[in-house]
């Protein structure tokens, strides 16, 4: 649909990441103060790495790894998260772009090839805003963006379904696939998602 994000063979209009978005740094967040007992998903460098009573934000963001060895990682967060210094988040961004569309590109231009290498892997923002993308009208991007989140919830529903028919299965005794007491569903996802489709 789109080609390229960068060397555009579509000719659409092409922006650097420096006039599109605005990044910043996480909050700091002790790890004694996350692990399984919370509420709302921590994310750090790669995506959840723990849960938390507190939330950072009240819509869903997109998040860079920024430090270690999988930094420019992508993450499309649900609406309350908690995002620590070791990731980045788009604070800010142009109007034209869709969020789904703009992860996706992301997701294709691999910012891990933009860290610095000095210590471990490390994103910053003066790395990755003179980074050009294209920027397709926004009828396309509404029309991605509906068919990717169509996809997203079918998968979902598969998978939970699955997962139920599984769980209340006789031969399982009760227990999720592989018969693992690993793959019961722990108390703080089913608090964690109560909450996310309350919010809904």
Known sequence: MFG?????????????LGELIKLKSGSFLPEKDFGTDGI??????????????KYMFEQPMIVIG?????????H??????????????????????????????LKAIKLNDYAGRSAQPL?????????????????LQEEYSRNALKLKKENNFFQ???????????????RFLGNSSRNRPTRNWTRWQMKKNRGK
């Open 76 to 105: 499309i967060t649900p609406k309350h998260c908690w995002v620590t210094d070791n990731a980045l988040y788009i604070s800010e961004k142009d109007t034209r772009l869709k969020q789904i569309y703009l992860a996706t590109v």
């Open 160 to 174: 939970l379904s699955q997962k139920q028919l599984d769980f209340f299965s006789p031969s399982n005794n009760g």
């Open 4 to 16: 390229d994000p960068v060397s555009n063979p579509k000719g659409f209009l092409q922006k650097s």
């Open 123 to 139: 994103i910053s923002a003066s790395r990755i805003y003179p980074i050009l993308i294209s920027v397709p009208p926004n009828e």
């Open 66 to 74: 920024r430090v270690g060895f999988y930094c420019g990682s992508i």
């Open 40 to 53: 709302y998903p921590v994310y750090g460098g790669n995506g959840i790495s723990g849960y938390h009573d």
